[in-house]
């Protein structure tokens, strides 16, 4: 292939890829004049540069606003038609367990009859995806909509697996903010918080994307397609609840958190002090018997000392213990 | 039976059991050729293997879909209608008192006219919802949408019963909240807010099944049955307002926690620092009479010491009584 | 009357109560041939045991669930349909200004054309509301709509005292907050809390209730009495708006008092440190002067003593008048 | 005019005032017989008593439950149609500047094509309404919709003073939370926060009124003027943004405030610590000095005495710098 | 031109721009006379005096409320269709990084078929908008609906700049709230809130307006402008999840800043007090050697001396390590 962004491109037909790489141009030309139900195009393209899609786009035949989005990425999940082409943008996110915990990429679909082309900005699981769609004639048979199926399908299976990551993460956070050791997670809780968000709004727009499929608002997602849609939907609800489950949990965390510090902290100031507390009274005594009074009968006993050497071991012994109880040190 | 899976399966006609345990294939026979009213297998299943259950499904003739939901569990409450079988999603809630203090099992139920199937989850009180059955033919003669009745109405109760026991345990943590002994139930609350978010994920979504239920959407449950399921979204509706205010209260319990524990660590705080105070005065004035000046005409008094540790005395009790009025010791 | 549960019951016809008490059989007896207009017969129940209330609702042909209720209580607001008799249940509110603030009870009404079956379980004003029916003839005949709203408006009635009791109890809260005491009106404010949210749930649902009957969802309540119950409910708006004010009042009282809280020990400990702080001067002075060098020439001076000590209460008073400006003591 | 409660009771014809005050009993005899288009009488009522209201509410023909709330008042803002003639209630807002920042009173209108009462309770605009209306004829003409435009034109406008009035005020308060001085404004910004809930109860309701009459529910309200109560909307819907906004502020200042309060006293319990800290230094020197052990070389060097205290000098010299570059003191 | 609020005026035809510059008076003029599709009239005013832009309105038959808005501004984002003329009110907002981080101005649009008037209030993206669309005959011959769409496009432009731009400040703001520098952010976070809340509420009410010009309930935007207006609604919603996203940062900004601030501070207080404590050991140890006691035997060696200090020293590098250890100093 001539063009680095074009990663993939292949015809398809009587449910089986048909030999052959193409160019997109050669491409464009079957879609037009193959008139077999169930034989489509795939186009695979990565982060396009402008010119080279706008050419593309010309070929296919999409919608200037479209194109834009393509190129630009960072769009809002949505589900556009463009005379009889599909435009859907979709999030995708990958949990990386890095800094940034779940890397959000992009995905942007035009489908009609005739072809799909996917447009990837980020990571994403495509391959996967056209790999198990290529195993499985009757899947490519069932032509375009089934393809979208199986790419959202993917994509919201790809957030179920973020959760779950993401809940062990903040299952871990939990344990940190409650552990005896002193430690101040405000920072990864505060770090999560803005995960979930990012998270949030590739989700809660793609429910709508994913009910209208469902509903059967499009022709191109025939009958037997809608309760697979209404399945995908199922999943990103559950999503969708566990996210805002995650939001109250982070927020409460940030809370018991501050409590917690505060205690740990409080405990240390309170046991420094309880036994500088503690030093004051061999200090004071001593200072007693520092005095220079003349008339000091204690001074001149040679019990004197030992004594108040004993005084003061008894009065820190008792402090000790009474401390202790009260559970200041 | 063969299977471990299979827990119960047995054909109810004419308002009662019939005698002799049945497989599941020769009752998945029986349902094919009979046409009483009323009429109808039920079969129980406890977590299966995906390979026994693809068989049962089979039998049945069970959607692709369903049958995954059913092997994986894991699923968000919903009603889904397959041909003409309902699959009706539920969460199980059954309250322990141990650490996990509610624990969240899953129901897949798939019921037609002929047959109602049962997957449980973890724990379930599908045994108790079977024998009560059986002791009322009056039940079994409507038929499976009076089963279906009967299991949710139960799984509601132990919502309920659940919600009870949390409010107890939320009344035990205010109660520690606000004692006057030094404790930090931060963890707890949070564990208990954990708890909120798990059942009101069980709960909420119940209500819009149950409501479809209720208002008749499906033909399997006929009029007479509607106004029970009303019954069962009453209850649903009131265990979800206790949901609610549980998690206010929590919230709300964990910023007084914060203020509680920050009162009482304060007023150590205080006391410590109040006593170490009061010492400071002695150690002072014993450190003006250690000094070594020439002249110091109170050295040379034979009342100077007794007067000096009397000074001390004092004006340590004046001090304490001082402190004592203001609440620091 | 035979029977405890049932506390008063009489026929009402032409305007006024008919003389002599009846039975509840003999009552049920007169409902079904009495054809009059506005001729209707109220049943007053309290608290009823299941035996005895099953029997009654035999005689009135009450609905199996509807009975349930009306014996368990504990139900949630709602309005509900069976045949041809409305089933109204209806939390009431009591401000009682002790431990729990409001005490709320429970109404059952159970009313068709014929007759109105009251059950009330903890106190409620339906005895205030007989009384006042009673004496005005032209309510009593327009029939048991009449009867069914003059008891929403005493219940809403007493909503609106409870709230405004309420609030004084709030201002009062706000003035500990924020009084020069050392006050921490944290659990109280947890209490009010706790309270507004049982109200809450008495009062958001039974909007619904009412909405239903001022539109004329029902035939038992007809035209000219839909102005009287939308009346009842823009009080009760008008009660949900100050409850949701109260909520956020209390939200933001808990937060003010831990600022109150945290100002005042603050200012507690600082007071003492600072005390502390000063007397650490005289007592480092006094050490110097009491370090044995041998030449140290302001020991052997006669003024030595005396302006020592005067330094000591110089820099005191410095001090003093110094953390006095500061706000510290 | 024989009674206190009326303040003005006049009647317009062709655009301009009649000479001569009426009594409200010739008045009602007008609206009668007069059968001209926008000829109607304006009564102004303030604060009535039960009686003289109910006279006059049966001269006028008024329902019953209107009468009581313009007696007793504490409505919500609400719109109700009783025959032919429209109550509407609303609350009016005047920024005072003292403790109770923005006073709210009440102002209950009955219209209708030949009449308009108002019934003003606490400060209103209502004189300089009736000033603006005299001094144009065309507004007169119209009848009494214009008029009812007027008074809520005039009552959302002093909403708008208010609410910018409040911001001032809210803009004060946030310099104190932020100022070097140590001020806690924790009750006031409680305060205001009370006032915004009232101030939000005023406008809220009034959306739904005003959104009605621009929607042309009402027939006395004619086409023409559904621009200009669209308008009034417009304004309110403005200050509804405002009233949320100003809460989410009240909200963040007190968190904000309780987070420089803490700072504040922080820094000065830092700077006492370390001042204290500071002194303890020459303190235990003097202290070593001081003791009475035979051997101490030092002691009997003549520089013993001024190279202690230049030690001590010094010591505290280089702790105050290093507490000055940490920001301690 | 005559008056100086008046910034361009121009009159279009067939695609371009006519030469020469117009009077309003005289544009006024060409829209009557000219029946051309695509010939319109663009007067740009900027903050016009009362008396002058009543003139102008006037001239183009603008509607009496319109004019009080495009005179007085402060208006809330709408859409207000009077006779044939569309009254668009946009808000603008440009990013300036200085204290008032987003400067909000306003748009206010009369827009129809002849003529499309732009008032601005302070800065806005009015002179760009108009070069970009002269540099386009097709935008020019589309008419005014195009000119209107190009003016929000370019706002929600700047919008999403602003957005971008504040997220940087955000992530500025999160750095110095988790930094090891002791700083406090707290003001600046909560003048990041106030913007926010200035920000929405220019965007918020915008959403409303797009989206009913790209639903075409405004005959002035024909068809193939709808998918265009979708394309800036679209974006409008990203901008809102922003700000939305934004504000739950800020909010836990705020509370992370508390903890981190309550840290760092009482990290300071624990390394004071532990100094201050472990000075205590040698002063004690001190005082004890300087009391008075005839029979002290360590006072006698010639080793004592040496010894003690010794000791002191010891004791403070063991108590120095084990601060160091549990991390207090």
């Known amino acids: 292939m001539s063009d680095s962004a074009i990663v993939d491109c292949a015809f398809y037909e009587g449910g089986r890829r048909q030999a052959g790489d193409l160019t997109y141009e050669e491409a464009a ?19 396009p540069k402008e010119a080279e899609f706008k050419e593309i786009a010309e070929k296919y035949g999409l919608h200037e606003l479209g194109v834009e989005d393509a190129i630009e990425a960072h769009q809002r999940p949505k589900i556009e038609m463009y005379d009889d082409t599909l435009q859907v943008v979709v999030k995708t996110a990958v949990y990386t367990g890095q800094e940034d915990l779940i890397e959000i990429g992009e995905l942007i679909i035009f489908v009609n009859r005739k072809f799909i082309i996917t447009v990837r900005h980020g990571k994403g699981p495509l391959d996967d995806v056209r790999k198990r769609i290529e195993e499985r ?13 199986q790419i959202l399908d993917r994509v919201v299976d790809d957030y179920e697996a973020s959760a779950a990551a993401f809940d062990l993460d903040l299952q871990d956070v939990e344990k940190q903010v409650f552990s005896e050791e002193r430690t101040n997670p405000a920072q990864r809780i505060y770090r999560l918080e803005r995960e979930t968000i990012d998270f949030y709004r590739a989700v809660r727009p793609l429910m709508d994307v994913v009910d209208g499929l469902a509903r059967g608002q499009y022709d191109l997602v025939g009958d037997p397609l809608h309760e697979y849609f209404r399945d995908v939907h199922d999943h990103l609800q559950r999503v969708h609840g566990e996210i805002l489950g995650f939001r109250d949990l982070l927020s409460s965390s940030l809370q018991a958190n501050l409590t917690q510090v505060s205690v740990q902290q409080n405990e240390d100031m309170r046991k420094i002090s ?5 030093l004051a009274v061999p200090t004071a005594i001593a200072g007693i018997y520092g ?39």
């Open 291 to 329: 005095m220079n009074f003349k008339h000091m009968p204690e001074l001149d006993s040679p019990f004197g000392y030992p004594l108040a050497l004993a005084i003061m071991a008894l009065v820190c012994l008792v402090l000790f213990r009474k401390f202790k109880q009260s559970g200041w040190i």
């Open 274 to 278: 309880a036994y500088a507390a503690m």
């Open 29 to 47: 030309e079957k879609t037009k004049y193959s008139t077999k139900e169930g034989a489509f195009v795939w186009l695979g393209v990565v982060e």
């Open 137 to 149: 004639p009757d899947l490519v048979e069932s032509g375009t909509g089934a393809v979208l199926h």
